[in-house]
């Protein structure tokens, strides 16, 4: 099976453009995260979606969104792009809510951006 | 709010020696559950280890084991018989209601 995919890999864009990562999570799994990794830092938690639902949001500013799709898959949308909004971006899934399911996080390989 | 904090930023160890990662976290939950991911350069977050927060046993999964002490909210990972494979920068983070949280990491390093 599949696990986590997320596209692109890398990208480049300058201040003020607007970006689009995606993210396939594995089958079966109904909850996406997306989390924000600047260099030399752990994650940061930006959103948690479940069941085309959002369920979590971190501490990030308006021009971050994300949806989720009825196949479960996700995109993260970032407008008016700063210098400071380069970093790794994560994708998560995970099997469902509770304490069954809704921790146990599988990560992609993440988005690469670079802002100039 | 949670927080995670790890004090080490970098670490290193001997091949087939132990070594032990610190954690501690702050949380005004009663439920929640504390994880030890590995990031090796490839870059993908690989789970090595899961405690539940209501369990007092530590969790162990073959040369990994956690120290968890509860009450001083501290979760510490030891790796046993280092492999040169478990290079990578390791995370611990703290999950309650859809919100995880991760330590700035401790970048460990396997010398042959």
């Known amino acids: 099976d599949a696990g986590v995919t997320q596209s692109p890999t890398h990208l480049i864009k300058t201040r003020g453009q607007h970006v689009t990562l995606r993210c396939s999570p594995i089958?079966?799994?109904?909850?996406v995260s997306w989390y924000q990794q600047v260099l030399g830092q752990g994650p940061q938690f930006i959103f948690q979606?479940?069941?085309?639902?959002?369920?979590g949001r971190g501490n990030f500013p308006d021009r971050f969104s994300a949806r989720q799709f009825p196949n479960y898959s996700s995109e993260l949308n970032v407008n008016a792009l700063l210098l400071g909004d380069s970093a790794l971006y994560l994708c998560?899934?995970?099997?469902?809510?509770?304490?069954?399911?809704?921790?146990?996080?599988?990560f992609g390989a993440g988005s690469r951006l670079t802002v100039l | 709010a949670q927080t995670v904090t790890q004090s080490q930023p970098e670490m290193s160890v001997q091949e087939a020696e132990t070594v032990t990662l610190s954690c501690t976290y702050d949380?005004?939950?009663?439920?929640?559950?504390l994880f030890w991911y590995k990031q090796p350069p490839s870059r993908q977050m690989i789970l090595v280890i899961r405690?539940?927060?209501?369990?007092?046993q530590n969790a162990t999964e073959n040369r990994f084991s956690v120290n968890f002490q509860k009450a001083a909210k501290s979760f510490s990972l030891k790796i046993s018989d280092s492999q040169l494979g478990d290079t990578a920068m390791y995370f611990c983070?703290?999950?309650?209601?859809?919100?995880?949280?991760f330590g700035a990491g401790t970048r460990l390093t396997v010398k042959p």
């Open positions: 998560a899934s995970s099997p469902g809510q509770g304490r069954s399911g809704a921790n146990v996080l599988t």
């Open positions: 089958s079966g799994h109904k909850s």
């Open positions: 979606y479940y069941e085309k639902e959002e369920r």
């Open positions: 949380t005004s939950e009663s439920n929640y559950y």
């Open positions: 405690q539940e927060a209501y369990k007092q």
């Open positions: 983070a703290s999950y309650n209601n859809n919100d995880m949280r």
